[in-house]
């Protein structure tokens, strides 16, 4: 059984414009959400973390929103730009001692 | 400072055979995890270490295992490789059990 649910699979959005996207999950007892960026060739790195008492937290453009009544978060970029073009990982950890990935999403801004 | 270091690069053995791979944390951190990634999947978690000792496994069969050094590196072992083994193989390293982990570039390991 898949934890965590990631859509869309791929998603093109032209420079300037936001890029969404969503994570579901399934076990309430995940108590810290992740979002990774990785490029080909190299391995995933930390983008932005939350936890489930927070509705939302923000990075510089990126934001994380979640909302723990529908086990859903979400990741978005504001004023995406062709940097960005990445694969896109959510994950859930419960106690640090389980960690589960999403399938990724696939961005590519176009300039 | 240098990242987390994973060797080799890239493998290829034939079904059968046995794979080690070797990871080297960040100068520093306690903790290592392993993961399998298949091409255009996310990361399964396999297991984690720390401070020398398991203190996690995925869903994985027994032909995978891990050891943690005294110095913190790892190794992670594979008896019996089948052709569904083929992947990318990720090791992160944390200062903490509980801290941001930080990947290293991946071992491409190949089963023909």
């Known amino acids: 059984q898949q934890q965590v649910k990631q859509s869309p699979q791929s998603l093109i959005v032209q420079k300037g414009g936001i890029s969404i996207i969503n994570c579901a999950y399934e076990?309430?007892?995940?108590?810290?959400f992740p979002w990774y960026q990785q490029f080909p060739g190299k391995g995933p790195a930390l983008l932005i973390a939350i936890r489930p008492d927070v509705s939302e937290k923000k990075e510089g453009r990126f934001t994380i929103s979640f909302n723990k009544s529908a086990k859903q978060f979400s990741l978005h970029i504001m004023d995406s730009q062709p940097g960005d073009s990445a694969t896109y990982f959510c994950a859930a950890y419960r106690n640090f001692n389980k960690f589960y990935f999403g399938s990724g999403t696939k961005l590519n801004v176009k300039p | 400072d240098a990242g987390v270091t994973q060797s080799p690069t890239h493998l290829i053995k034939t079904r059968g055979q046995h794979v080690t791979l070797r990871c080297s944390p960040i100068?520093?951190?306690?903790?290592v995890s392993w993961y399998q990634q298949v091409l255009g999947q996310g990361p399964q978690f396999i297991f984690q270490y720390y401070e020398k000792e398991e203190r996690g496994r995925g869903n994985f069969p027994d032909r995978f295992s891990a050891r943690q050094f005294p110095n913190y590196s790892s190794e992670l072992n594979v008896n019996a490789l089948l052709l569904g083994d083929s992947a990318l193989y990720l090791c992160?390293?944390?200062?903490?059990?509980?801290?941001?982990?930080?990947f290293g570039p991946g071992t491409r390991l190949t089963v023909l």
């Open positions: 076990n309430t007892a995940f108590d810290y």
């Open positions: 100068s520093g951190h306690k903790s």
């Open positions: 992160a390293s944390s200062y903490g059990q509980g801290d941001e982990q930080f």
